[in-house]
């Protein structure tokens, strides 16, 4: 085979990525697409063999820790394509993205802006720092990227400077620093947990914080340093692990009580559900939003007794020792949603759960308005508020049948 044949056999797997996206993904920007059939993504991924580097849907994994908890990766195709959509750039503007990575997105950015642009790429990791700034330096993007080594949520530009910023790692709350680089008007795409769920947001700066102008379900791997917050109640002698927010008072002990409860109550809510429903993510939402105890199942294992099968990714509701998630029967014309619940509280969470699936049974498209403000300042009335330390999360379903 020539150089010239591999070069073909590269380009051939890369068009066939980007189509493959667009064929499920038809919102994805053609300036996207077009960066995304020119730069070589297994050149940063060189661990994954080709086929599975240009799958399209997959993230490779780079670094894990000595416990096997990613550390970093070269992040899904799709999920970077729609992150660049929707974060507007432009040939000539400004990007910061936090989470380098080995600088697959940080090469796309490059193409975007053209040579005329600026992309300051910055990861907390020193040895990830160095293989993104040689990809990047060999691929010719050099004098466009700069790499950074800092905790991205730190300032690190000066604030009113950058048209976007784009952050390729998850965390539970922002940092103040994006919203003061961003100019007015300026795009912050970002994933953020609500309540143990991941969310992925593309906000726009407005004069008193941000309007959200897209919200859906992604996940990515955790931040680390100053917003590396979230914590998981895991434990084998479980039969569920769950992902809570930091603020949420739950322990393994009040768990492991309430999953003791043999006789846990199951109440059927007549509504029904393809498991793929791109809609689910509104009833996430629902419950998210107005139930501070909300948490998110992540495991599910066998227990010592049969349990109902919980729905996939099922947002649960955790009191001290009483536990509630959604259950799903799946039968052949979807899945038949209950609310299973145990321990002391059971009837009354059960009840909780029934309600927010039933109501979003009756108008299952209904999404919130939803802005993103810093803290302080008092807070309206009639929203749904979901608070974090540096920022809140404000939903507005005045317009939602209940
Ligand atoms: C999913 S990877 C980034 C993927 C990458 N942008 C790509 O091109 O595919 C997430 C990265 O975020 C980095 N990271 C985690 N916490 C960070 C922080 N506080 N500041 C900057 N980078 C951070 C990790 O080291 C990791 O490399």
């Avoid at 949603?337 to 699936?357: C, Q, T, Y």
């Avoid at 807070?379 to 809140?392: C, D, F, I, N």
């Amino acid at each position: 085979m020539t150089a010239t044949d591999t070069l073909d056999a590269d380009r051939a797997l890369r068009d066939g990525m980007v189509d493959r996206i667009l064929d499920t993904n038809p919102d994805i920007d053609a300036s996207v697409a077009e960066a995304m059939r020119a730069v070589p993504r297994h050149r940063f991924a060189p661990e994954a063999p080709l086929e599975e580097c240009y799958d399209g849907t997959r993230a490779v994994v780079t670094k894990r820790d000595d416990d096997g908890r990613m550390l970093s990766s070269v992040s899904a195709p799709w999920l970077v394509a729609h992150m660049l959509t929707h974060a507007g750039v432009e040939p000539g503007s400004t990007v910061l993205e936090i989470g380098a990575g080995q600088g697959y997105q940080a090469a796309l950015l490059c193409e975007l802006v053209g040579p005329n642009g600026h992309v300051i790429t910055v990861d907390i990791d020193g040895d990830l720092c160095r293989t993104a700034q040689r990809n990047l330096s060999a691929l010719g993007y050099a004098n466009t990227a700069t790499v950074v080594e800092a905790d991205g949520a730190e300032q690190l530009l000066d604030d009113g400077t950058v048209d976007a910023v784009i952050v390729a790692t998850g965390a539970w709350d922002l940092s103040p620093a994006w919203e003061d680089q961003l100019k007015p008007g300026g795009r912050l795409v970002t994933p953020l947990t609500l309540r143990g769920m991941w969310r992925g947001m593309t906000l726009e700066k407005a004069d008193d914080g941000f309007a959200c102008a897209d919200w859906r379900q992604y996940g990515f791997i955790r931040m680390r340093g100053l917003l590396g917050q979230e914590r998981d109640v895991a434990d084998e002698s479980l039969p569920v692990d769950v992902a809570v927010d930091p603020d949420h008072p739950g322990t393994a002990d009040e768990l492991r009580a309430a999953m003791e409860d043999r006789d846990p109550v199951v109440v059927a809510t007549g509504v029904r559900d393809g498991r793929s429903d791109p809609a689910i993510v509104n009833l996430w939402d629902r419950i998210g939003f107005h139930e501070p105890e909300t948490v998110r199942v992540t495991r599910f294992r066998r227990s010592a007794f049969p349990l109902p099968p919980v729905h996939l990714m099922a947002p649960a509701l955790w009191e001290g020792s009483s536990f509630a998630y959604v259950g799903a029967e799946m039968l052949d014309d979807g899945a038949a949603l209950s609310a299973v619940a145990f321990g002391p509280e059971k009837d009354a969470l059960a009840e909780r759960l029934r309600r927010h699936v039933e109501n979003w049974g009756r108008d299952k498209g209904f999404a919130p308005r939803i802005a993103v403000r810093r803290n302080g300042g008092p807070l309206p009335s009639g929203l749904a508020v979901v608070q974090k330390t540096r920022y809140r999360v404000e939903s507005d379903w005045s317009a939602a049948g209940r």
